[in-house]
């Protein structure tokens, strides 16, 4: 006599699809669209005191990892995670080829923008050759300036960046800016704006051609939550 097939939930258990998400500002904004998704996480998750890294969701068959948000894409192209959410700026940061970004999720709203001092003299860009930039954007400052023909000298900073110019260290900086709060308090102003952001779901390429039905269906729950 033939053996029964495991049920639908047991075999979705045993291997979970893994869905890394960023710490800090987007998952707060993202807890309400993963529970419309029928996606909450374990309540630790949003406790950013937690001390966990990987958390079950009310669904067995998806975890949750939270991790930087300059890493989930990195995650997600080498396969440890199948999908993900972050920042359009970390995809134009890394430009990896094995990710594929469906969704706008239409959360995280902020820009990538140069900014410098606000009692700089005026300054014709077309005459520049080169110039100092103080960033954790290297990628899109050279793309960037190389577009106009400067080169872009990055002096490559994870924090603080608003510093930089006030000590010397580059002329402008290229960062993420939602309100201008932080520029304003260090004396700096936007001069352009690089590119709008918005938060995607990213999946892995690999995975989704493995298993499309499964990671199918949890983009249609991202969708139906954003409706």
């Given at each position: 006599?033939?053996q029964p ?17 960023p ?11 993963l ?30 990892i939270?991790v ?10 080498h ?9 359009g ?16 999720l ?13 009692d700089?003299?005026a ?28 080169q872009a ?11 930089a ?9 290229v ?32 995975a ?20």
């Amino acid at each position: 006599m033939d053996q029964p097939l495991p049920s639908p939930t047991i075999m979705a258990t045993t291997q979970p699809l893994v869905l890394a998400l960023p710490k800090g500002r987007i998952l707060k904004e993202l807890m309400p669209v993963l529970k419309r998704a029928g996606l909450t996480p374990a309540a630790d998750c949003a406790d950013e005191d937690s001390r966990r890294l990987r958390f079950e969701t009310e669904d067995a068959a998806v975890d949750v990892i939270r991790v930087r948000p300059f890493d989930v894409a990195t995650f997600v192209a080498h396969g440890a995670a199948q999908i993900g959410v972050c920042g359009g700026d970390v995809l134009m940061e890394f430009d990896y080829q094995e990710i594929y970004a469906p969704l706008d999720l239409g959360i995280g709203y902020c820009r990538v923008s140069v900014a410098g001092p606000v009692d700089a003299p005026a300054d014709d860009p077309s005459r520049w050759s080169r110039i100092a930039v103080a960033t954790k954007y290297p990628n899109i400052a050279r793309k960037h300036y190389a577009a106009r023909g400067v080169q872009a000298e990055v002096v490559h900073l994870n924090g603080a960046m608003e510093l930089a110019p006030a000590l010397g260290l580059s002329k402008v900086i290229v960062d993420l800016v939602a309100t201008g709060a932080t520029l304003k308090a260090n004396g700096l102003h936007e001069t352009e704006v690089i590119a709008e952001i918005t938060s995607r779901v990213i999946v892995n390429r690999s995975a989704l051609k493995t298993m499309p039905e499964r990671i199918g269906a949890l983009l249609a729950r991202f969708r139906d939550a954003i409706a």
